[in-house]
């Protein structure tokens, strides 16, 4: 059993957007629970290197120490989990295989408070990995927007654009190191090409 006063575990979830604040909520309350003197661990997918390797970063700078975890083999996570900590943190969880879902579920079960930040729709606008069945799980889910980049309404969606054009609704959900850019989009200014057939 994991140390926990309440021995009531529970997940949250931050989703939302590309620069809608997830990681920079998350920082937030993981502060709290540092003031709070709890022992916390952060996790980060090892496919993330956009600002640092060994720190969540928000993307006003923000940041915090973390471990990273390869996406395929989230069981790693268990190997660095003492009896004294009381909460799991894990950013950009939408990058990490299924089996995630059974890890945040036990360290919950055992009493531990663990918070998840991530995308919660890919750039086709469609649910992105194992978000839809964490969403489901989770106690408390924390849906932030965005400001549209093209008209400046609220903006629920990412929009990829490769060569400042859209991408295609085939490209790969996961472009490691190409040269696309991200933007928010709201609903109505969302764009996702299709090829012809």
Not at 12 to 27: F, H, N, Q, R, S
Request: proline share 4%; glycine share 6%.
């Amino acid at each position: 059993m994991y140390y926990n006063e309440s021995k009531t575990g529970f997940v949250e979830v931050i989703c939302g957007p590309m620069y809608a604040g997830k990681t920079e909520e998350l920082i937030r309350r993981t502060k709290r629970m540092e003031f709070a003197k709890k022992k916390y661990l952060i996790f980060k997918p090892n496919i993330d290197n956009r600002y640092a390797i060994n720190e969540v970063v928000s993307h006003n700078k923000k940041s915090m120490k973390a471990i990273n975890v390869d996406i395929n083999h989230p069981e790693q996570i268990l190997s660095y989990v003492t009896n004294d900590i009381q909460a799991i943190v894990i950013d950009e969880v939408q990058f990490f295989n299924v089996r995630l879902l059974d890890i945040i579920a036990k360290f919950a079960n055992e009493g531990m408070r663990v918070i998840c930040a991530g995308l919660d729709l890919d750039f086709r606008g469609e649910p992105f990995g194992l978000m839809p069945a964490l969403l489901a799980i989770a106690e408390n889910v924390t849906k932030l927007t965005a400001i549209c980049n093209s008209c400046g309404e609220e903006a629920t969606r990412t929009q990829r654009l490769v060569n400042g054009k859209p991408a295609y609704y085939d490209d790969p959900i996961v472009m490691v190191g190409a040269t696309e850019t991200y933007e928010a989009r709201c609903r109505k200014c969302h764009e996702v090409l299709r090829r012809e057939q």
